[in-house]
């Protein structure tokens, strides 16, 4: 074997087990094999290398130096081999990735953007799944996830960041008193009572110090969803507060007012993705959502 000819496959897989495990034994089980065949595998590296790797410790082994060194490359050659074999397992072609986004987003934006998205990347198969509350840190069950929201982000996720939220006051020409509502200054809107949901009442707060304006004296109802929230407030029942994006084509239909527009938060619409994860359709999949915030 000349200096630059590769050792046998087998012999370092079996070779890498062994130091790992610290035992022939244990690598024979790991490995599915017998001991012998470990051994005989071990001993074709060390005569491939010319050197020892193991030497005998009493009733176990212990790795020469040469031993240690190879098992240290040979550690990190398989662990990057596994690694880039699952991230291609997952981008494989027909597989879909697992996109979880907040219920509301999900029906209000993403799902009527469906056709746009499969004509514009098809080889990209999403599974949408709903999701309330915050993500784990290591999105367990998730291969990526949208939603807005302000950092600090988890350190395990690679993030995207789509566009700034804006968000803002709505309320439907339905409303008994829409002509007056729609003719109030901030300030005198938020003195009114007013729609918001129970798992974000800061929205409110936020959008009245961006105007300058005192804090609001009564949230009126509140809805867990934000989807229920832009019910209420298509229904006629009240003035909502929601991102622009989410409130876009009912905007458009007429559905909804903005008498007092949009102002923008803190908050970043993002795409979360795993770190470990260099699947370039996610890339893509980011590149096209900026371009539909845009």
């Given at each position: 074997?000349?200096?630059?000819?590769l050792?046998?496959?087998n012999?370092?897989?079996?070779?890498?087990?062994?130091?790992?495990?610290?035992s022939?034994?244990r690598a024979?089980?790991?490995?599915h094999?017998?001991?012998g065949?470990?051994?005989r595998q071990?001993?074709?590296?060390?005569?491939?290398?010319?050197t020892?790797l193991?030497v005998?410790?009493?009733?176990?082994?212990?790795?020469?130096?040469?031993?240690m060194r190879?098992?240290?490359?040979?550690?990190d050659?398989?662990?990057?081999l596994?690694?880039?074999?699952?991230?291609?397992?997952?981008?494989?072609?027909?597989?879909?990735r697992v996109?979880?986004?907040?219920?509301?987003?999900?029906a209000?934006?993403?799902?009527?953007?469906l056709?746009?998205?499969?004509?514009?990347?098809?080889d990209?198969?999403?599974h949408?799944?709903?999701h309330?509350g915050?993500?784990?840190?290591?999105l367990?069950?998730f291969d990526?996830?949208?939603l807005?929201?302000?950092?600090p982000?988890?350190t395990?996720?690679?993030v995207?960041?789509?566009?700034p939220?804006?968000?803002?006051?709505?309320?439907?020409?339905?409303?008994?008193?829409?002509?007056?509502l729609?003719?109030?200054?901030p300030?005198?809107?938020?003195?009114?009572?007013?729609?918001?949901t129970?798992?974000r009442?800061q929205?409110?707060?936020?959008?009245?110090?961006?105007?300058d304006?005192?804090?609001?004296?009564?949230?009126?109802a509140?809805?867990?969803?934000?989807?229920?929230?832009l019910?209420a407030a298509?229904a006629?029942?009240?003035?909502?507060?929601?991102?622009?994006?989410?409130v876009a084509?009912?905007?458009?239909?007429?559905?909804l007012?903005?008498?007092w527009?949009?102002v923008e938060?803190?908050?970043?619409?993002?795409?979360?993705t795993?770190?470990?994860d260099d699947d370039?359709?996610?890339?893509?999949?980011?590149?096209w959502?900026?371009q539909?915030?845009?």
């Amino acid at each position: 074997m000349s200096d630059t000819d590769l050792p046998p496959l087998n012999a370092l897989r079996a070779f890498e087990a062994a130091a790992r495990l610290g035992s022939l034994s244990r690598a024979a089980e790991a490995l599915h094999v017998t001991h012998g065949a470990i051994s005989r595998q071990v001993r074709l590296l060390e005569d491939a290398l010319g050197t020892p790797l193991f030497v005998r410790a009493g009733r176990g082994l212990r790795l020469t130096p040469a031993g240690m060194r190879m098992r240290d490359a040979a550690g990190d050659a398989f662990a990057r081999l596994q690694g880039a074999a699952a991230a291609i397992r997952r981008s494989g072609a027909g597989q879909a990735r697992v996109l979880g986004c907040p219920g509301s987003l999900l029906a209000r934006w993403m799902i009527p953007r469906l056709p746009r998205l499969g004509d514009a990347l098809p080889d990209l198969k999403l599974h949408l799944s709903p999701h309330e509350g915050a993500f784990p840190p290591s999105l367990d069950g998730f291969d990526a996830a949208l939603l807005i929201g302000t950092p600090p982000w988890p350190t395990a996720w690679t993030v995207r960041r789509l566009a700034p939220e804006r968000i803002g006051p709505v309320l439907s020409a339905r409303h008994v008193d829409a002509a007056r509502l729609a003719a109030l200054s901030p300030d005198a809107l938020l003195l009114e009572p007013l729609l918001h949901t129970t798992s974000r009442p800061q929205a409110w707060p936020t959008w009245a110090s961006i105007q300058d304006a005192a804090a609001p004296a009564d949230l009126g109802a509140g809805f867990e969803h934000l989807y229920f929230l832009l019910e209420a407030a298509a229904a006629g029942l009240g003035v909502a507060i929601a991102p622009q994006e989410l409130v876009a084509d009912d905007l458009a239909a007429g559905r909804l007012l903005a008498p007092w527009g949009f102002v923008e938060t803190d908050a970043q619409w993002i795409l979360a993705t795993r770190r470990d994860d260099d699947d370039a359709r996610l890339d893509a999949l980011a590149e096209w959502l900026r371009q539909e915030l845009a």
